[in-house]
């Protein structure tokens, strides 16, 4: 990797982490902190270097068909961008969505960013400790999902026509990816991978191996009696029966002559000390609790529509494109033929 001079002055003492071409001599330099983009010398500009640090609130992309723009948001400190030819927008979007998920702490020292998919309106990154989720037009956000790899206990996928879920299952709740068929097989394995490599597993049989003897272990530990039963005292029975009758009859007797006395019923004391206790009686109405099954399974249907939407929408979205271009390629033909008819004609009027 050559690093230019000028680029060289601009580092600091930071380590080049991610290099990326451009056109001609121009290049993407990515460091932990910030993306340098370097210009070189041309005819009507001399060599120069931009620097855009890591420590944006949100990232974004507009494509055209020669050039794209990526804008890093900086919140009250307004918005940057540069731009790169289309065809070396991923390239040069992985490293800095690394380095912006670093700064914001969502990625921690010593974990690599292996994969970045971005699928219409969802974006994946993939980590060595976990998967990074965010939905919406811009490519980062503040607002995004991670389910870390310790969590996860199963892996399987759903497949559909024209694009497929990727299903993790967590100690939490179940979490769905979902991905067009082109790339499912490519995010599955990526991702399946990552997990293995996490738990130390060398294929999806030992990780589901290790996962049936943590679930073994833990129903184990739950299941577990007192070997010890508690003696029964039995020396005071039967020497008090003879007595009770008597005690009955006195206390009923009492119990009579002292509602006559006053008036009200003696357990009214009883009925105070119950009412202060703040237990309520069964008659009292209780609101049902909210099932959290049902509630996550709700939640999973709602992700799943919105993803549903995302990818028709991104369906949508490359069949306008692929009429655009069409369009543009028979206006092509039309204006050359046009060409040619005058150039025939000029040849028609010299004879």
Known sequence: MNVPALVQSSLGGEDVAAHVPLKGEDAVFVTPT????????GLLSDESVEEFPHDAEGVDVSEGRRKAKVTLDYGLDGEESFSVPSGKLDDVLHPILAGV????????????????YRFS???LVVTSDRVVKHIGAAVWGTEYEEIHYETVTGIDAEEGNVSSQLVLETTARTQRIKAPNEQFRDVRETVADAVYAYHDAA????????????????????????????????????EDDAAEPDQSAGADAGGSDAASATGEPTDGADGDEF?????????AKVEPPIDPEELDAELD?????????????????????????????????????RERLAALRDLADDA
Request: hydrophobic letters at 40%; proline letters at 2%.
């Open 275 to 283: 009412a202060s206790s703040g237990f309520q009686t069964a008659a």
């Open 34 to 41: 910030r993306t340098l983009v370097f210009t070189a010398d």
């Open 101 to 116: 998920l670093n700064a914001a702490d969502v990625t921690e020292p010593g974990e690599t960013v292996k994969r970045t």
């Open 203 to 238: 294929n999806a049989a030992e990780f589901e191996r290790m996962n049936v003897d943590e679930d073994a272990g833990a129903a184990t530990d739950e299941v577990s009696f007192d070997s010890g039963v508690d003696p029964i005292d039995t020396s005071g029975v039967g």
């Open 301 to 337: 249907d709602l992700e799943t529509t919105i993803e549903e939407l995302a990818a028709a929408l991104a369906e949508q979205r490359e069949l306008a494109e692929r009429q655009r271009e069409a369009l543009e390629s028979q206006q092509a033909v039309i204006d050359a033929q």
């Open 121 to 123: 309106e969802l974006t």
